[in-house]
């Protein structure tokens, strides 16, 4: 480009910092930014709004805000953007009062709070399991003649859901279909799940009937969180059929599927049957991850079959996974009580 006599203008430096900071290279994009306003291009608030957006969602909130500071100083007012991301930044790091603070200063600023701004903030909140606040924002943004969009209900679902409030998630289910914002296949997956967690498998299933009855997409990860339900809820025969029904539904199962149906299987007992499942996972192209290690090996541990746990904690390691720490307590408790092999504690502790 410039050895083509174009020089680059604060458009064609903006984009190059916005690729810089999507791969975490920061020296490179302060060089840039150095390198701009020594060209005598002054960055603008997107040059700045970029930069703060990428260090928040990596967690380098101190810096953003210095970026910020520096917008400031150079007299360049952040905009709803800006502070948005910085407001995010702090959610992700559960600052919950300094993400507040940042919303009542765009506030007062007299900035165009909008459905991402709200949103963003409600998010922070459910995450935190604050849902009480995240449903005020709700009706405050409401009052405010502002519309909720589905990703907002999606996360206030969610929060509903993690809360054990299922009656509210339902309730908010239904006031968004009569506000005629329609559900998407996430908001039925948030939902089936708050359902099977909190032991509504019956709500559940009939959710899932209508579903169908929508002639709705219906993926792997509807039919995992069903599986997952009925596990829940003891019904491993159940969970087994539509288990190995779903090839004729033209799906095939993915990690977490096969993850879901071995602790299913572990739980009820069953778990030369789990075993040969892990066999069969892998036999079939999809590779078990940690978890699906961690999991049979909890499983063995728990149905007293701490030998075959141990096969399976070498198989782990090889495969460059490591113990978390629910397994990491089970080991812990083994060794404790004298119930592990000596000639294995080299391998355990490689495992830890």
Same mark, same amino acid.
């Given at each position: 480009?410039?050895?083509k006599?174009?020089?680059?203008?604060?458009?064609?430096?903006?984009?190059?910092?916005?690729?810089?900071?999507?791969?975490?290279?920061?020296?490179?994009?302060?060089?840039?930014?150095?390198?701009?306003?020594?060209?005598?291009?002054?960055?603008?608030?997107?040059?700045?709004?970029?930069?703060?957006?990428?260090?928040?969602?990596?967690?380098?909130?101190?810096?953003?805000?210095?970026?910020?500071?520096?917008?400031?100083?150079?007299?360049?007012?952040?905009?709803?953007?800006?502070?948005?991301?910085?407001?995010?930044?702090?959610?992700?790091?559960?600052?919950?009062?300094?993400a507040?603070?940042?919303?009542?200063?765009?506030?007062?600023?007299?900035? *165009? *709070?909008?459905?991402?701004?709200?949103?963003?903030?409600?998010?922070?909140?459910?995450?935190h399991?604050?849902?009480?606040?995240?449903m005020?924002?709700?009706?405050?943004?409401?009052?405010?003649?502002?519309?909720?969009?589905? *990703?907002?209900?999606?996360?206030?679902?969610d929060?509903?859901?993690?809360?054990? $409030?299922?009656?509210?998630?339902?309730?908010?289910?239904s006031?968004?279909?009569?506000?005629?914002?329609?559900?998407?296949?996430?908001?039925?997956?948030?939902l089936?799940?708050?359902?099977?967690?909190?032991?509504?498998?019956? $709500?559940?299933?009939?959710?899932?009937?209508?579903?169908?009855a929508k002639?709705?997409?219906?993926?792997?990860?509807?039919?995992?969180?069903?599986?997952?339900?009925?596990?829940?809820?003891?019904?491993?025969?159940?969970? $087994?059929?539509?288990?190995?029904?779903?090839?004729?539904?033209?799906?095939?199962?993915d990690?977490?599927?096969?993850?879901?149906?071995?602790?299913?299987?572990?739980?009820?007992?069953?778990?030369?049957?789990?075993?040969?499942?892990? *066999?069969?996972?892998?036999?079939?192209?999809?590779?078990?991850?940690g978890?699906?290690?961690?999991?049979?090996?909890?499983?063995?541990?728990?149905?007293?079959?701490?030998?075959?746990?141990?096969?399976?904690?070498?198989?782990?390691?090889?495969?460059?996974?490591?113990?978390?720490?629910?397994?990491?307590?089970?080991?812990?408790?083994?060794l404790?009580?004298?119930?592990?092999?000596?000639?294995?504690?080299?391998?355990?502790?490689e495992?830890?």
């Amino acid at each position: 480009m410039m050895s083509k006599g174009i020089a680059p203008d604060v458009i064609t430096y903006n984009s190059l910092i916005h690729g810089v900071c999507k791969l975490g290279e920061w020296k490179e994009a302060t060089r840039l930014l150095n390198e701009m306003v020594s060209k005598n291009i002054f960055p603008n608030v997107l040059t700045f709004s970029v930069l703060v957006d990428a260090l928040c969602k990596e967690g380098m909130v101190v810096e953003a805000e210095g970026v910020v500071e520096m917008m400031i100083q150079r007299g360049i007012e952040p905009n709803t953007v800006t502070y948005s991301s910085l407001m995010d930044g702090y959610c992700l790091r559960g600052e919950m009062g300094k993400a507040q603070n940042v919303f009542e200063l765009m506030l007062s600023k007299g900035l *165009v *709070v909008n459905v991402v701004s709200y949103s963003t903030l409600i998010n922070g909140y459910c995450k935190h399991k604050k849902i009480d606040e995240a449903m005020m924002l709700f009706l405050d943004m409401s009052h405010k003649g502002l519309v909720a969009n589905t *990703v907002t209900y999606n996360t206030l679902l969610d929060g509903f859901g993690k809360a054990g $409030r299922i009656q509210d998630a339902q309730k908010l289910f239904s006031e968004m279909q009569a506000c005629g914002q329609l559900p998407n296949a996430r908001t039925y997956s948030i939902l089936l799940d708050g359902l099977c967690k909190n032991q509504q498998l019956s $709500r559940a299933m009939q959710l899932f009937g209508e579903m169908e009855a929508k002639k709705l997409d219906i993926n792997i990860v509807i039919y995992s969180i069903l599986i997952e339900g009925l596990c829940i809820a003891g019904k491993i025969e159940s969970a $087994r059929d539509l288990f190995c029904g779903l090839s004729s539904k033209g799906l095939q199962p993915d990690v977490r599927t096969y993850t879901i149906m071995i602790n299913g299987l572990c739980i009820a007992g069953l778990t030369s049957e789990a075993e040969n499942l892990l *066999v069969e996972m892998e036999g079939k192209g999809c590779s078990p991850n940690g978890c699906t290690y961690n999991t049979i090996i909890r499983g063995l541990i728990s149905n007293k079959e701490t030998s075959r746990a141990m096969v399976l904690i070498q198989q782990m390691v090889e495969k460059g996974f490591s113990a978390d720490a629910s397994t990491m307590e089970l080991i812990v408790q083994l060794l404790s009580k004298d119930e592990v092999d000596p000639a294995l504690l080299p391998l355990i502790k490689e495992s830890l």
